[in-house]
């Protein structure tokens, strides 16, 4: 049971974590923070949080847990403001898409050394609509949530982190930092930056914005990641930078290599391409 949790950033990820908890009677009070008070206010009349203030120093005050589910790069200013008016008990957590660098920032704000009561996170569940208006209280329903903790963090503070989480509906899992950000940069980042470049080839077509007019089922599905909040999205291409590239070079050295392919118009290579993807989603996603 959670005394009071701190949200900043109630929007998809913050909001649908605080009406999960809120349906499961979980969580006594949840507070919302962030620069928008119309923001805030639409998020307390939609029964999302109960409380918010623009005032981080205020927020934090009493809290059990912190969440930082905002873009990446507003983590470090909002954890230099926060750090010194944090209780002793108080558990910090994040839902940042990249690791390493929400741990560096974590590492900078408390002087240094990563405290016992950090414990970085990543609830892998969203949709393209990011505003408070899309949460749900069943977002993590069978969905993962990969925490990443250090050989500072408390054992005690990942179990209550994990715990939140389960209620949730989510499976908690754990990862070493560099691992989670080379398997998310292939499974989540790069799938995100193609459908971002996709939508902008096709807007540069010679055919102008007709060549929308012929889309159906393959654009939607595709392109349905283009949708997503571009702020986020451009912190997370920054931030796991290193890992991001790595799998678009061997992304580019596939496509140049299926190119060839049906420049040469070798059939059955191109056949047992397609049939090898074939086989591998189906045996992933069910449908």
């Not at 002087?111 to 569940?125: E, K, M, Q, R």
């Not at 989670?180 to 902008?200: G, I, M, Q, R």
């Not at 349905?224 to 580019?252: E, G, H, Y």
């Amino acid at each position: 049971m959670i005394k009071k949790l701190t949200i900043f950033g109630v929007g998809l990820i913050g909001g649908s974590l605080a009406l999960s908890l809120k349906k499961a009677s979980y969580c006594e009070q949840i507070v919302g923070c962030s620069r928008s008070e119309a923001h805030l206010q639409r998020a307390v009349e939609l029964g999302v949080i109960d409380d918010y203030t623009l005032d981080p120093v205020a927020a934090v005050e009493g809290a059990d847990i912190v969440l930082l589910a905002v873009p990446i790069r507003a983590i470090p200013p909002i954890l230099k403001t926060i750090v010194p008016h944090l209780g002793a008990n108080t558990i910090v957590t994040d839902a940042g898409s990249a690791k390493g660098s929400v741990l560096a920032a974590a590492k900078e704000a408390y002087d240094g050394v990563l405290p016992p009561n950090f414990v970085a996170g990543h609830p892998i569940a969203g949709r393209e609509k990011s505003s408070v208006e899309a949460a749900i209280d069943d977002l993590y329903v069978d969905h993962k949530v990969i925490l990443t903790p250090t050989s500072e963090t408390s054992s005690e503070a990942v179990l209550k982190i994990k715990e939140m989480w389960q209620i949730t509906g989510a499976t908690v899992e754990t990862l070493a930092v560099k691992q989670h950000d080379d398997v998310l940069a292939a499974t989540s980042h790069l799938p995100h930056v193609l459908a971002y470049s996709f939508v902008n080839t096709l807007s540069k077509s010679e055919y102008g914005d007709a060549v929308f007019d012929y889309t159906a089922g393959g654009f939607a599905s595709f392109s349905r990641t283009a949708s997503s909040d571009p702020v986020m999205w451009r912190d997370i291409c920054l931030d796991n930078k290193t890992a991001i590239l790595s799998v678009l070079d061997n992304f580019q050295k596939d496509l140049t290599e299926l190119r060839n392919t049906i420049q040469n118009e070798d059939a059955d290579e191109i056949e047992q391409l397609f049939a090898k993807a074939k086989a591998t989603r189906d045996s992933i996603i069910k449908s």
